[in-house]
């Protein structure tokens, strides 16, 4: 095992190791769920965050690929769920238990979920599409294990208030209801969940977006909040949503990745910094941004 100190802005540490597969499971159609044991980057990783992954034998294909963490676990446990589309997730579906790969992480920057910002909303709502529902996951576990409480300063003196927790709805769609995985875990959470599918197979016909306004109306706007992970479209059609409904906004963004560290600027997106626009590295200074300052 290998370490270097992260170019993202955090300077957080990464791991590079190698690691066997200790589980690799269908779950929906064309979606698994892969567990390796990786103890230094399960000790570290934060909700949002990433992990690229590489197969250990062959060099084909050449270059690692993202993959969002759906759970950690003191054990050293990692879940990693993914969607089988291309030739190295086609071919890391056929592998079983004991299986060599290269993983090297925690990467990126992910969800704040300070106390200090749990406090200042009371609902959080959850949008996936595709694959989307893997870096959505941590969010509400690790705020569901931990007590939420808030430290404030007056008068010279520091006072600590417990907060009450935060309601959190998934909105998830899919192609069909044969896509769509892991549910059953955020219910046991208790979320609220509500599905979307382009075939009504399941829950609504449609869009995805078009079941954020309801769920928006639900609550006091201002103490909303989107956290969206899904398809360029996808995240478009959000953000315009959020921005009608005056409602905030974060979107982890699904980039084409090489690296995962920053070094080859295959990544990059346009940003907005105050009055100007530049570029950002999803790998690094993302995969999570504001929503309004992202180029749509």
Known sequence: MSTCESPCPNARTIFHTAVEIVENVPVAERTC????????????VQPGQFVMLRLAEGDDPLLGRPFGVYRAEASGMI??????????????????????????????????VSPEELAKYDHFVLVAGGIGQTPLYMPVSRCRNSAMTTTTAAAGATATTTVDPPRWTL???????????????????????????????????????????????????????????????????????????????????????????????????????????????TCVDGPVFDAYRLRW
């Not at 190295?88 to 290269?102: I, N, S």
């Not at 016909?205 to 079941?211: A, C, I, K, P």
Request: net charge neutral; hydrophobic share 40%; glycine share 12%.
């Open 33 to 44: 769920r892969i567990r390796i044991r990786a103890p230094e980057i399960a000790g570290r």
């Open 79 to 112: 879940d990693l769920v993914y969607l089988v589309v291309g030739k190295m997730t086609g071919r890391l579906a056929k592998l079983g238990p004991g299986a060599a790969l290269t993983v090297w992480g925690p990467l990126g920057n992910g969800w704040d």
């Open 171 to 281: 909105l998830y769609g899919a192609q069909t209801a044969s896509r769509i995985s892991c549910i059953d875990d955020f219910r046991a959470l208790g979320v609220d969940v509500r599905l979307a599918t382009d075939d009504g197979s399941t829950g609504y016909q449609g869009y995805v977006s078009d079941l954020i306004p309801g769920v928006v109306a639900s609550n006091n706007v201002a103490r909303t909040k989107i956290l969206a992970c899904g398809p360029q479209p996808m995240l478009h059609a959000v953000f315009r949503e959020a921005e009608r409904l005056g409602v905030a906004c974060a979107v982890s963004l699904e980039s084409n990745m090489s690296c995962g560290l920053g070094i080859c600027y295959g990544c990059v997106v346009e940003y907005r910094d105050g009055d100007t626009w530049d570029y950002r590295r």
